[in-house]
């Protein structure tokens, strides 16, 4: 069981940056695969980024390619996303979700969401242009 909580969220104006962090509770936080996602008005859920137990392989949607970068403390349990150059676009609430646990901290994390077992509560961020 992980239990995951996001801070973060906001308002920002475009262009701006923002870092949202998500803090996990449980055992053996690197056996699990992180992702964000987000899910704006009337749009599905989506995968925004992943990161593998030990934080070396990564994936992201092509729309924030450049621009977002996952990133996890397993010393701390965390994992974060810092979000540069937004856009109204970006607009959603994003959420941070466990997959897992895994038999290898090495797996490449996932973009299917019916994959991750654990979700956040969710965290807004509002891009104003």
């Known amino acids: 069981q992980v239990q995951l909580v996001e801070s973060g969220g906001g308002w920002v104006q475009a262009g701006g940056s923002r870092r949202l962090s998500c803090a996990a509770a449980?055992?053996?936080?690197?056996?699990?695969?992180m992702g964000w996602f987000r899910q704006g008005p009337g749009k599905e859920r989506e995968l925004v980024a992943a990161?593998?137990?030990?934080?070396?392989?990564?994936r992201y949607a092509d729309s924030v390619k450049g621009r977002f970068t996952i990133s996890r403390n397993n010393a701390k349990n965390t994992v974060d996303l810092q979000m540069n150059s937004l856009k109204p676009e970006d607009t959603a609430v994003y959420y941070c979700?466990?997959?897992?646990?895994?038999?290898?901290?090495?797996?490449?994390?996932?973009?299917?969401?019916?994959?991750?077992?654990?979700w956040g509560q969710g965290t807004q961020v509002t891009v104003s242009s």
């Open positions: 979700a466990a997959d897992g646990p895994k038999y290898s901290t090495t797996y490449r994390p996932t973009n299917e969401r019916a994959q991750y077992d654990y």
């Open positions: 449980g055992r053996a936080f690197s056996n699990y695969n």
């Open positions: 990161v593998s137990g030990n934080g070396v392989t990564t």
